[in-house]
Structures are given as structure tokens and as C-alpha cells.
């Protein structure tokens, strides 16, 4: 806990770079949702070809694929999506966020019994979020990672993920509230130090799942299961880091109220 | 495929009906085409109508999109006789009359007066009354034809001249068989134009490679996620790595059952589950750990397993109100009902649930044999010496 300036700017830097990021060179949007045409070739030596239009229409299209067959290449993957599906699909995705985020606040604030580990929990959880999109922003410039559908289950994933790791610790929290009449700063202390080996543990696994994935996975998804690295990282640190501090100084300032009124 | 059903020349109470009018008269379109499990389904997103249409293993799919883009055609047919000629007696054609789908206004199912049987009544146009007036004046006697699509609907038989535009239809109709001719007849009647507004086809040997190498990457990740919990945990990682198995079976065959079709994101769903049923195994585990040094060992392992459990089923309930939104069982038009993500969420929430079965039952009831064998080792070496 002594270290907590410490975390929190840690946090702060890593989310300013990825927020500079995505003003200075946004998101690379796949066609789920900008709309266009993808079309994947294999040819004739076994090498893979991917190209992006625009909106293109039937003649176009069936111009290109006439002029690939000519080279004895086959299709893999034709993707077109009409430019008003775009918008729609960034509509649901911001609804399905909403919801999800807002119940889940919703059911660890009655689980515990307490706004304040509701609202601390989301927080972290938007945290891991922030920093997976910024993240994503700087791999989009450099290796040209899109945001897809993939993408948003990613991060739908990503936030269960993480409010998974942080009711660990709040549940640990709780268990040694019963027991003892120190304070949440103490207590979440002790919480956080038993908490941790099974924390790091469990992020292995999951790790080695996605490295697999990542090393060995199809193209398809291998941004997805990076996405989903980042997103576990973060998550895994966001639950000590950043929920569990932004809970005790809340509660050390509704104190400090408290004792002044 | 996404096609848009263009439906503002509709009034909104009519809409529904049109809808499934026009889903109806793709379904029959789609099985055309004679492909496995195709699946056509409609979805409302603000106020836009669309109809969601899968045909797995078709080639091809721009006769697909042509014959599906259609717009019903409905048609009234009469018999024409063709007077007799030098060697030839009289014979009988069809022939289209000029009434069609514009001008009837709305089928619907009624019952007939007399005989109390279903019976479908018709509403033509002021202009479509005219015409039928000429049919019907025509054919007495004689069968008219309705025609949806160059199949034949009904051929009733025009009993007498029909004047005001208003006809029905009887006949030994079934309530059912009656419901579905009054909607095919007006999936003619209410010509909805659709449009293509998304289309995307994955080749079948991409979907194979793909899915062969996430199968070998999922191998991969199961094999040394074990061989870290044999690493952290020695025998009790063991044990936990039977429970891995044991999971891993229940929910394959379970993905054979119901089925679920794999699909990449599907498999990232069932990767992420492993994950997450380890878990349960890491939280009783280190909980075990502590509990071993105040208690003994049989009382420590029910007292992590009992202690761990709320922070399982907290933490897993939390997943599972996400797989909940992504699933969208209950197809809210405002959240998302792609394939892919629901993939995902379905595979999902089944390894959790599977988890929670297989992390607890099973782990722990394997340690109970384990802890009380090895007690009742220790016991005989004690008799013996």
C-alpha cells in the first residue's frame, strides 16, 4: 500500500501513451465496422494474398475475383458488410459494454455490500480497458492490428476477466473483515500479500494459453489472442494496483469526513 | 448474407406479418439450394428490418444472392381454352391473368360462416376488385390459380362472380395449413424489397487450417498449463490436471451434443474456460497451503474448498453476466446477435458451468480418496512397528 503513488502513475503514464496513440494515429477500424470488402487469396506458389477495398460494387467485385482465377489463385475469405451495418455495430457494442459493466457493478456492490467495491472494481476493470485500446492504437500503426468483432469480444472478455481477478482479492478482504476490527487499509494490505501467488498463478495459465495461441493460432486469431494478453496483464494488475487502492482511499476519505462532521 | 427488408412503404402495424411474409418466401428460396442446415432469421435494429441468412458449404454465392434479393412474385393464374383446330380437339393452357400480388391488399385466416371451418379471406384493391370481378365473371366453375414464386399455392374454384373485391377462400383447410397460405399469400401481397447489405464467405480449407492449428495451439496451452500445475502444486497439481481431463471431455462431447459448431472465436471461448476452471483449482490450492498449517490435512482441504467457493462462484458469475450480454439468448435488437460472438459466449459460459462441476465435484472428492488412502497407509506402518 506504501506504494501506492507509485502504481497509480505507473497506470496513469500507461494509459496517457496509449490515449496519445490513439489521437495521433487513431484506430486501424477492420471492415466490421467501416464496411468494405476484404478478399483473401491463396496463390499459385502457396503464398497468401489479403486486400482491403473500399465499397465496391457486384461488377467490381466480380472483376477482381475473375482476375485472380486467371492466375490460378483460390479464393480463401470474401468479406463485404454494407457501409450502414459500421455505425450499428459500434451502437450494440457501446449497449452491450453499458450493460454488462453496469450489472456486474451492480452485483459486486450487493455482494458486498457496499457501493465502494462496486464502483472501485469498474473502474479497474474500464482501466484494463482503456489501456487494452491504447495498447491496440500503437499495434494497429506499427503492425497494422484492426479492430474487428474479435476485437470487441476481446474486450467483453477482458473486462470479465478482470472483475474476476479483483473479486478474488474484495472476497479475501471481506473474509478477514469478519475476523478482525483493523482497518480496510491493514486488512486490504494482508488481502493483497495472500492474494497474490494464486493471482500471478492463475495469470500463467492463462498466459500460456494465449501465448499458444498467439505462436501457433491461425491468422485469424492471433491479434485476438493478443488483445486478450494485454487485456490479462492488465487485469491481473489492475486488481492490487489499482482497485484495491482507489478502495482504501475512499474509504480513508469518507473517514476523514466523517470525523470532521 | 445480411439483407435489409426496405419495409417504410408498410404501415407499422403490418409489419411483423410482413416480415415473416418475406422470411417465409426466403426460407422456401434458401432450401432450394439444398445446402446443410441453413438458417434464416430476422433481426430489428432502430426501426431497420434484417434478415440474417447462413448457407454452409454453397459455392457459389452469387446465384444465391440473386434468387434470395428477389421480390415475391405473386400471381393469379385462369384456364384458357384453346378452341379446337384441324386435328386437334380442344385443349386447356395457363395463362397469367393481369391481377398480381400489388393488388391484394391482405389474407387472413377466418372462419366460414356456414360450415365453421377455417377459410382464408381476401382483400383486393379497388383496382385488384375490378379485375378478380372479371376473373371471377369469367371462371365460373372453373379453378383460378395463385401462384407464389412458380409454385403453386391454392387453386380454388370460382363458385360465382365476385363483385366488391372482397373473397374467400374455403376449402379443408387445417387452422395451421390455412395460417400459413394466408402468409405466404401475403408475402405476395406486400412486395417488401430487400437489399444486400453484408455478405461474407470463408473458404472451407481457411476455416479447416485455421481450426487445425487452434486445435494444436489449444493442445499446447492444455499440455503446459498441466505440466505448471504439476510444477506449483506437485500431487495435488496432479489431481487438478484429472479434473483438467475429465473437463475437457465432458465438454467436448457436450459441444457434439448440442451441438456447437466450432468456429474460431469458439475455441478461444473453450481456451479461456480452461483458464478460468484452473482457477477454481489455483484458489483452493494456495487456500489449502495456508489452511494446512493451522489444521489437519483432511479438515484444511474442506475448509479451503468451502472458503474458496465464494470467491468461485463471485467470480464466476461475474463471467457468466458477460456471456449472458454476448450470448443474447433472448435476441434484444439492441445488443449484438453476430455468430462469431456468440460462438464465443456460448463456449464460455458452458466451460465455466462445467468447471464449477468438475473444479469442485470431482477435484474434490479425488482428494478425499487420496488424503484417506494415504492416512490409512500411515495407519498400517503404524500397526507394524
Known amino acids: ?261 | 448474407m445480411v439483407f435489409e427488408a426496405d419495409t417504410t412503404n408498410i404501415p407499422t402495424d403490418r409489419r411483423q406479418s410482413a416480415l415473416e411474409g418475406v422470411r417465409n418466401v426466403i426460407e422456401r428460396r434458401v432450401n432450394l439450394f439444398g445446402v446443410s442446415e441453413p438458417t434464416v432469421q430476422t433481426s430489428e435494429f432502430q426501426g431497420k428490418n434484417r434478415i440474417i441468412i447462413e448457407l454452409p458449404g454453397l459455392d457459389s454465392t452469387k446465384d444465391a444472392i440473386n434468387l434470395i434479393g428477389q421480390t415475391a412474385q405473386l400471381i393469379f393464374m385462369e384456364e384458357k381454352i384453346i378452341p379446337a383446330t384441324k386435328g386437334a380437339s380442344p385443349s386447356a393452357t395457363l395463362v397469367s391473368t393481369n391481377l398480381t400480388g400489388a393488388d391484394l391488399k391482405n389474407a387472413s385466416v377466418q372462419f366460414d360462416s356456414q360450415t365453421g371451418k377455417p377459410a382464408i379471406s381476401l382483400q383486393f384493391t379497388d383496382e385488384g376488385g375490378k379485375k378478380f370481378e372479371d376473373i371471377t365473371g369469367r371462371n365460373v366453375g372453373k379453378p383460378v390459380l395463385i401462384v407464389l414464386d412458380n409454385t403453386l399455392l391454392s387453386q380454388p374454384v370460382v363458385s360465382e362472380k365476385i363483385i366488391g373485391g372482397n373473397a374467400q377462400i374455403s376449402g379443408n383447410f387445417s387452422i395451421d395449413e390455412a395460417k400459413k397460405l394466408s402468409i405466404q399469400l401475403n408475402a405476395g401481397a406486400l412486395p417488401v424489397p430487400v437489399k444486400l447489405v453484408q455478405e461474407t464467405t470463408v473458404g472451407a480449407t481457411l476455416g479447416t487450417e485455421s481450426i487445425r492449428q487452434s486445435v494444436l495451439a489449444g493442445l499446447v496451452g492444455i499440455l503446459s498449463v498441466m505440466i505448471f500445475m504439476i510444477l506449483s502444486y506437485g500431487k495435488l497439481g496432479l489431481v487438478a490436471d484429472i479434473g483438467l481431463f475429465i473437463f475437457g471431455v465432458i465438454t467436448l462431447s457436450l459441444y457434439k451434443l448440442i451441438p456447437v459448431t466450432l468456429t474460431l472465436p469458439g475455441i478461444a471461448g473453450f481456451m479461456l474456460s480452461i483458464g478460468m476452471a484452473v482457477d477454481s483449482n489455483i484458489l483452493i490450492f494456495e487456500r489449502f497451503k495456508e489452511e494446512k498449517l493451522i489444521r489437519s490435512i483432511p479438515n484444511a482441504l474442506e475448509t479451503s474448498f468451502g472458503r474458496a467457493w465464494d470467491s468461485i462462484r463471485d467470480a464466476n458469475i461475474a463471467t457468466l453476466v458477460t456471456c449472458f450480454i454476448l450470448w443474447n439468448p433472448l435476441d434484444w435488437s439492441i445488443l449484438p446477435s453476430s455468430g462469431p460472438v456468440r460462438g464465443f459466449a456460448i463456449t464460455l459460459a458452458l466451460g465455466i458451468a462445467i468447471s464449477l462441476f468438475t473444479g469442485i465435484f470431482v477435484s474434490r472428492n479425488l482428494l478425499r480418496v487420496f488424503i484417506k488412502e494415504r492416512r490409512s497407509d500411515t495407519n498400517i506402518r503404524i500397526a507394524h512397528e
Do not use: C
Open chain 1, 1 to 261: 500500500m506504501k506504494y501506492r503513488p507509485l502504481f497509480l502513475s505507473i497506470s496513469t503514464i500507461v494509459i496517457i501513451v496509449g490515449i496519445l496513440s490513439i489521437l495521433k494515429w487513431g484506430l486501424k477500424i477492420g471492415i466490421d465496422f467501416k464496411g468494405g470488402t476484404l478478399i483473401e487469396y491463396r496463390l499459385q506458389n502457396g503464398e497468401k494474398k489479403v486486400e482491403r477495398y473500399g465499397q465496391l460494387g457486384d461488377v467490381q467485385i466480380e472483376k477482381i475475383r475473375s482476375d485472380y482465377k486467371a492466375q490460378g489463385a483460390t479464393e480463401e475469405r470474401l468479406e463485404t458488410v454494407g457501409p450502414t451495418i459500421g455505425p450499428e455495430l459500434v451502437k450494440k457494442t457501446i449497449y452491450g459494454l453499458a450493460i454488462s459493466t453496469s450489472l456486474i457493478l451492480l452485483w459486486i456492490a450487493y455482494q458486498f455490500k457496499s457501493i465502494k467495491f462496486g464502483i472501485s472494481a469498474t473502474v479497474a476493470t474500464l482501466h484494463d480497458a482503456i489501456v487494452v485500446i491504447g495498447m491496440y492504437s500503437i499495434l494497429g500503426h506499427f503492425f497494422g492490428a484492426e479492430i474487428d468483432f474479435l476485437f470487441v469480444t476481446a474486450l467483453l472478455t477482458i473486462i470479465s476477466f478482470s472483475v474476476h481477478d479483483t473479486i478474488v482479492v474484495y472476497d479475501r478482504i471481506r473474509e478477514l473483515q469478519k475476523k478482525s476490527d483493523e482497518d480496510l487499509k491493514t486488512l486490504a494490505n494482508m488481502a493483497l500479500s495472500e492474494t497474490m501467488v494464486r493471482s500471478i498463478n492463475n495469470s500463467f495459465t492463462i498466459i500460456f494459453m494465449l501465448a499458444a495461441l498467439i505462436l501457433l493460432g491461425g491468422e485469424t486469431t492471433k491479434w485476438f489472442a493478443s488483445a486478450l494478453l494485454i487485456g490479462t496483464i492488465s487485469g491481473t494488475y489492475s486488481s492490487p494496483f489499482v482497485a484495491v487502492p482507489i478502495l482504501v482511499t475512499w474509504d480513508e476519505i469518507q473517514k476523514k469526513l466523517k470525523n470532521r462532521a
